[in-house]
Each structure stands twice: as C-alpha cells, then as structure tokens.
C-alpha cells in the first residue's frame, strides 16, 4: 500500500481514541496499516503508538491515523515497515511539529533525565536481539512515572526505571 491509501484506509479502520493507547493490540488501531508493506499496528506500530501518547502527553493530540501518516511522509518505517520503525530517526516527527525533544543514547543519562521531564520515549530491544525491537512511552502523571505500551495492559502501568538496561537500551526520547 502508498501512503495515502495507508491514510484513507486508516481513517476509516480506526476509531476515536479517548485518552492513552496502553497496548498496540487496542481494537481502535491494532488494524491500522503502517509502512510500504502495509503491516497492522498490532505488529509493528508500537513506535506510532509511542509518538500518540507522547502527543497527547504534552497537550498536542494528533489522530492516530495522522501520526501514521507523517511517519510514513518522514521516511519512519524500517525496512518497509518491515521492522517497525528506525530507531534514531524518531525525532523527525517531533521536529515536524515543533517539539522540543533530547536524544539521548546512554541508559543511565536516560534514566537521569526521566526526573525532569513530563514524557519520554524508551526504544529497547527485546528479550533476545533476534525478537526485534520495542518502543513505548513513559509519561509523568501527577508526580508518578507510567509506562503505556511496556506491556500489553487496559491502563497505564507504574514504570520501574530498573527495567532500562545497558545491554538492551538503544535510544530515548525526553520531552519537557
């Protein structure tokens, strides 16, 4: 599928969306289609589920169709979509809407900047390197860390900083 077929065809499979995305599996949007190749959500879209929350987070909601859509014009899917999204190449998207964002590569710095920041977005690789990549979104609500999409759950889940590990921390994402 193009772009704008994903686009079209993705307005109209996903339904409004009240509040956070806590699991790419949500029925909302686990069919949405995402890169070339056209793979669902549920599959490989947990990067654009990060990017919603984190929209939503800091009082810029998008669509959730919309984010697709820009992440596909701004070259985001990894081989197709294939394997989700490039893990470096995220802040494109908040570039394009002028958000204020630090990269930072270093699992301890990350873990650092998470006390003065209101959301965040922690890029690891799975249990095993061949099981791929995970994105999901660490949002400050009164006072707390959440994780939304860490885990398959109906609600934002208490996040553990522990769980960011040197050996499985590629990159992340903090916003003010």
């Not at 197709?80 to 999204?85: E, I, Q, R, S």
């Not at 209101?118 to 006072?143: D, P, Q, R």
């Amino acid at each position: 599928m193009n772009r704008e077929k994903n686009y079209i065809a993705n307005k109209e499979l996903t339904k409004p969306v009240e509040g956070y995305i806590t699991r790419q599996t949500d029925e909302r949007i686990a069919k949405a289609a995402y890169g070339r190749l056209g793979n669902p959500t549920s599959r490989v879209g947990c990067a654009v589920v990060a990017v919603y929350n984190v929209m939503l987070r800091l009082g810029k909601p998008q669509p959730y169709a919309d984010v697709v859509r820009d992440c596909e014009r701004l070259g985001l899917p990894w081989l197709f979509g294939a394997l989700g999204t490039k893990p470096r190449k995220l802040g494109r998207y908040f570039r394009l809407h002028g958000v204020a964002f630090g990269r930072i590569r270093k699992a301890d710095a990350f873990k650092a900047a998470l006390n003065d920041c209101s959301a965040a977005i922690v890029c690891t690789w799975n249990s095993k390197i061949t099981n791929g990549i995970h994105f999901y979104a660490v949002l400050k609500e009164n006072g707390r860390l959440m994780s939304a999409n860490q885990h398959y759950s109906n609600g934002l889940l208490d996040f553990d900083t522990s769980c960011i590990r040197n050996d499985r921390f590629i990159v992340g994402y903090v916003f003010r």
